[in-house]
C-alpha cells in the first residue's frame, strides 16, 4: 500500500494500514518533514498520537514510493487531488488500483473526486472512495473507529476494507461513490453552521435542528446527482456529520466557532493553521446546487456569511422566516 499525502489522515490511514500487517509506504511533498518522520517513528507534527509500526515506511520520493504498489492511496486536501494525480499517473502500473481519502468538490469545476480521477486516469481502473466519522487522531491513537469504503469494483472494496480492519478498526462496504462523496462534502459545509450556532449561543435545540435539517439537504442534494438516499443515513452520511458538527476536534466546527467569536474568515483560517474544507466547499456546493436546481437552505446561509459577510444572527433570521412546508420536503 503507497499512502500519498502525509498530513494528519494520510498519516493516520499509513498507520492503520501498517498496524493492521500490510506493508505500507507513507510519502509526502516536504522531504525535510519526511525525514524528520523517518527518524521519530511519528508525525510530530500532525499526528503525535500515531507511533509507527515496523511494517510503514516513510518514502520521500514519489517513484519509489509507487514502484511495486499494488494499491494506492491518495489522502490530500480537495484543492491538491487533481495535480498530485496528474503527478502520480505516469508512475502508475496499468493494474494498480486507486483510492482516496480526498473530501469535496474540485472548486474550479465543481467536479466530485472520482470524476476529477476518471478525466486524469481516464477509464478501466479500479477505484474506491473512503470516508465516514473519522478523526485522525483517535485512528492514530488506536481507539475504535469504523468508516465506509465504496467502489463500483466490489472486490477492491472488500480487499480494502479486510487490509483496514482489525481489533480497533472495522470497515464496511458500498457501491455509491457519488452518495459516500457527497457526505463527505456536504457535511463539511454544515459543520461549518454548527460551529457557528454553538458559538452564538444557541443551544442544544438549535444544533439538532440543523443536524436534521442538514441530512434532509445532503439527501436531496445526493438524490440530485445519482446517490442512493440510503447511503446518507450510514457512516459517511448521517455518522460523519454528527461527529463534525458536534465535536472540537473537526476544523470545520472550530472555523465556525471562531466565525461566532468576530474573526473574519482570513483570521479564522489562519488561526486554525490547516485545510478548512467546509471553507472552498461552501462555495462549490452554492455552484453545484445553483447548476442543479435544488433547494439548500442552511449550506446556503453559510455561503452567505462566508462569501458575502452576512451577519450569522441575519442569516438565521432569514432561515426562520421561510415558508412553511411539510417535513419530507
Known amino acids: 500500500m503507497a499512502v500519498l499525502g502525509a498530513g494528519s489522515w494520510g498519516t493516520a490511514l499509513a498507520v492503520q494500514f501498517a498496524r493492521s500487517g500490510r506493508p505500507t509506504r507513507l510519502w509526502g511533498r516536504d522531504r525535510a518533514q519526511m ?3 523517518a527518524r521519530a517513528r511519528c508525525n510530530e507534527r500532525y499526528l ?3 507511533t509507527f509500526p515496523e511494517t510503514l515506511q516513510v518514502q520521500p520520493d514519489l517513484g519509489a514510493t509507487l514502484a511495486g504498489a499494488r494499491d ?3 489522502a490530500v486536501p480537495s484543492h491538491a487531488f487533481r495535480a498530485l494525480l496528474a503527478q502520480a499517473a505516469p508512475l502508475l502500473a496499468r493494474d494498480t488500483q486507486l483510492a482516496w481519502a480526498t473530501k469535496g468538490f474540485e472548486l474550479t469545476s465543481g467536479l466530485l473526486p472520482h470524476q476529477v480521477a476518471r478525466e486524469v486516469l481516464g477509464p478501466g481502473r479500479s477505484v474506491a472512495v473512503l470516508s465516514g466519522p473519522t478523526f485522525a487522531r483517535e485512528v492514530g491513537a488506536g481507539l475504535p473507529t469504523a468508516m465506509t469504503i465504496a467502489s463500483s469494483d466490489a472486490a477492491f472494496a472488500t480487499s480494502l476494507a479486510q487490509d483496514l480492519s482489525a481489533d480497533n478498526f472495522r470497515a464496511y462496504t458500498s457501491t455509491d461513490i457519488v452518495g459516500v462523496e457527497i457526505g463527505g462534502a456536504v457535511k463539511n459545509v454544515l459543520a461549518v453552521g454548527a460551529g457557528l450556532s454553538d458559538g452564538l449561543g444557541f443551544g442544544a435545540n438549535t444544533r439538532v435542528a440543523l443536524i436534521t435539517r442538514g441530512l434532509a439537504e445532503m439527501m436531496r442534494f445526493g438524490v440530485a ?3 442512493r438516499r440510503e447511503t446518507f443515513m450510514g457512516l ?5 456529520l454528527v461527529l463534525t458538527c458536534t465535536d472540537d476536534q473537526s476544523r470545520n466546527r472550530r472555523f465556525g466557532l471562531l466565525l461566532a467569536a468576530g474573526r473574519t474568515p482570513a483570521e479564522a483560517l489562519a488561526a486554525i493553521g490547516q485545510v478548512v474544507e467546509g471553507y472552498p466547499a461552501a462555495r462549490a456546493l452554492h455552484e453545484v446546487a445553483a447548476r442543479q436546481g ?3 437552505p442552511l449550506s446556503e446561509s453559510v455561503y452567505r456569511v462566508l462569501y458575502d459577510l452576512v451577519p450569522p444572527r441575519e442569516a438565521v433570521r432569514e432561515l426562520m422566516r421561510r ?7
Open 35 to 37: 525525514e524528520l518522520m
Open 48 to 50: 503525535p498520537s500515531g
Open 72 to 74: 494506492v492511496l491518495i
Open 225 to 227: 446527482l445519482g446517490a
Open 236 to 240: 459517511a452520511g448521517l455518522g460523519d
Open 294 to 296: 435544488v433547494e439548500m
Open 323 to 329: 415558508p412553511i412546508k411539510p417535513e419530507a420536503e
